[in-house]
């Protein structure tokens, strides 16, 4: 049974930084693809970060680009999202979702992901 766990939300001024991990069990696909979301209330849940982890391949959305970095540690079965340079309009719900056929898997749309996990809150102040 696959779980995604996401830790490392909070509450941080506009400029700081937050790490965001999750911790994936029974989830060992080699070429599937990891990524996180955001949902902001009433509005949709969108695309942050993905990684492609068969070849590596990372995209991220254009709002978050050169400030956030998607990695994944193997050995550890977890995903990571560094964020930087914070700003108000990061402040969401963000969920880690993971799907093991990559090849199908449209990074940004979130129907295309089988496992969800239960989401940690980011909240950014100005």
């Known amino acids: 049974q696959v779980q995604l766990v996401e830790s490392g939300g909070g509450s941080v001024q506009a400029g700081g930084s937050l790490r965001l991990s999750c911790a994936a069990s029974?989830?060992?696909?080699?070429?599937?693809?990891m990524g996180w979301f955001r949902q902001a209330p009433g509005k949709e849940r969108e695309g942050v970060a993905a990684?492609?982890?068969?070849?590596?391949?990372?995209f991220y959305a254009a709002s978050v680009k050169d400030r956030f970095t998607i990695s994944r540690d193997n050995a550890k079965n977890t995903l990571y999202l560094q964020m930087n340079s914070l700003k108000p309009e990061d402040t969401a719900m963000y969920y880690c979702?993971?799907?093991?056929?990559?090849?199908?898997?449209?990074?940004?749309?979130?129907?295309?992901?089988?496992?969800w996990g239960q989401g940690t809150q980011v909240t950014v102040s100005s």
């Open positions: 979702a993971a799907d093991p056929l990559g090849y199908k898997v449209r990074w940004y749309d979130s129907r295309d992901f089988a496992y």
């Open positions: 029974g989830y060992t696909y080699r070429s599937g693809c």
């Open positions: 990684i492609y982890t068969g070849v590596g391949s990372t």
